[in-house]
């Protein structure tokens, strides 16, 4: 407190940056004293003894094996989370999410589902029942395992669409990994991407590559004179602001059907004309819904966009009931399944394919899965803004030209860092308003029923 209030004498004669830098570097002093020394060694122990236990798990495809340590870890999860509650917390899962959503809360959560749960579950029934998309044909994946696709020539597909966006091997560089992600040595000067291939799939290792180059961007590109350098500002907003950045470049522009119109020759040339392909039946077209197909599944991360947010949206009440003690860790399986099946009309034969699929719970992390969903909301309300700002925008990434979405992204976003107080405020700045859930509806809808 005596720190604050002698930065508080201080403002007169700090500028605007200055000011955000101190505040975000005494809300990190705050969190990191919040937590007793001895609250966070066991929180430590627990969290990598839940995280043993949902291996062992997982690959048996049974719950429960990690479902004593689960219980531990949300427990202590909860009293760390009592330590560093702030009054502007409302709830308890409130602070947790303020850990990865900045300015967000969980009654502002409950409403948000609320919408998405009454608009987007009967326009998923619709777009299966009259959508093109609807269980469209995959090109690039084969199911029964019969064709593959060489995974040099998915990499070397990767990297030439990687380099048309802007990627340069001085500063980045591109491997594989178990899991894709995107991790920034020095901002500005070494920034890695990792992704994945499978002989049976192309298409999620060259849009995982596109999603990871959205984080990688926004990395690259968060050092700036205005923020200074090696500053509380030089960091990512939040990660609601940091998944807008990749959906942003997987969804809005590489799964458009501009995109795929530039894309589909130099596919082919890579990969062929995939499983049940020939030069003379498919164009890009085919293409463009095969890559855009909808159908329901078990898999978070293999989802398509129209029924990604409801994974999401169970996720969500599920950890929310758990924080708020209005579910047991004992019943997690039964209530995941019973929700699967009501938003979803699918359900999972074992756990592994149910609510042991993602680390997250089993690691601590209670309040991290709306930010996927807000950041594919954030998405779409930012690209109906850069199709206002930039001109003949489709012309430009049918020819394969990305270089003003480049620069109004780090201009308008990346640059700024951590000094906006949050992903919704810096949507209003930019577009006026703030999150509207309504025009991320009103995207899907046109895509997948109206093709617009």
């Known amino acids: 407190q005596n720190l604050r209030k002698s930065i508080s004498k201080m403002n007169y004669c700090l500028n605007s940056y200055e000011q955000r830098s101190c505040e975000i570097a005494l809300e990190d002093l705050e969190k990191d004293k919040a937590i007793p020394n001895e609250l966070v060694v066991e929180l430590t122990k627990v969290q990598n003894k839940t995280f043993s236990a949902w291996s062992r798990a997982k690959s048996k495809g049974n719950f429960s094996i990690v479902r004593p340590a689960l219980e531990d870890l949300v427990q202590i999860t909860i009293e760390a989370a009592k330590h560093r509650r702030q009054p502007q917390h409302e709830t308890l899962y409130s602070c947790m999410l303020s850990d990865f959503v900045?300015?967000?809360?969980e009654s502002s959560l409950v409403d948000i589902s609320a919408y998405l749960k009454h608009a987007l579950v009967p326009l998923a029934k619709r777009i299966m029942e009259e959508s093109p998309f609807a269980n469209a044909k995959n090109f690039l994946i084969s199911k029964d395992k019969s064709d593959t696709f060489?995974?040099?020539?998915?990499?070397?597909?990767?990297?030439?669409?990687?380099?048309?966006?802007?990627?340069?091997e001085n500063n980045m560089r591109v491997d594989t990994s178990a899991h894709p992600f995107t991790i920034a040595i020095t901002p500005a000067d070494d920034v890695r991407i990792t992704s994945r291939?499978?002989?049976?799939?192309?298409q999620t290792g060259l849009f995982a590559t596109i999603h990871e180059w959205g984080h990688a961007l926004y990395e690259h590109n968060l050092t700036s004179k205005t923020m200074g350098f090696d500053t509380p500002l030089n960091r990512y907003l939040d990660l609601a602001a940091h998944e807008s950045q990749s959906l942003f470049w997987e969804r809005m522009i590489a799964q458009s059907r501009p995109f795929i119109k530039w894309l589909t020759p130099r596919l082919v040339q890579n990969l062929g004309y995939g499983t049940g392909m020939n030069s003379e039946s498919v164009n890009y077209n085919d293409i463009y819904k095969s890559v855009n197909a909808v159908s329901p599944n078990l898999i978070r991360v293999e989802a398509d966009e129209v029924?990604?947010?409801l994974h999401v949206l169970i996720r969500f009440e599920l950890?929310?009931?758990l924080v708020n003690g209005e579910l047991q860790v004992k019943d997690l399986p039964e209530k995941w399944n019973h929700l699967y099946q009501e938003y979803l009309g699918v359900s999972a034969t074992n756990d592994s394919d149910g609510c042991l699929q993602d680390v997250h719970w089993f690691t601590g992390m209670y309040g991290y899965f709306p930010s996927y969903t807000l950041g594919a909301m954030y998405a779409a309300?930012?690209?109906?803004q850069v199709a206002i700002d930039i001109n003949d925008i489709d012309a430009k990434v049918e020819q394969g030209d990305f270089k003003d979405i480049r620069n109004w992204l780090k201009v308008n976003i990346h640059e700024l860092g951590a000094f906006p107080n949050d992903t919704n405020s810096l949507c209003k700045d930019i577009t006026g308003e703030g999150l509207r859930p309504e025009l991320y509806i009103e995207y899907l809808s046109n895509k997948y029923l109206f093709d617009k």
């Open 150 to 168: 060489n995974i040099e020539a998915q990499k070397d597909l990767s990297l030439y669409v990687l380099k048309a966006l802007g990627f340069s």
């Open 197 to 202: 291939f499978s002989p049976h799939n192309a």
């Open 381 to 384: 309300q930012l690209y109906r």
């Open 307 to 309: 029924h990604y947010p």
């Open 319 to 321: 950890e929310r009931d």
């Open 102 to 105: 900045k300015g967000s809360s």
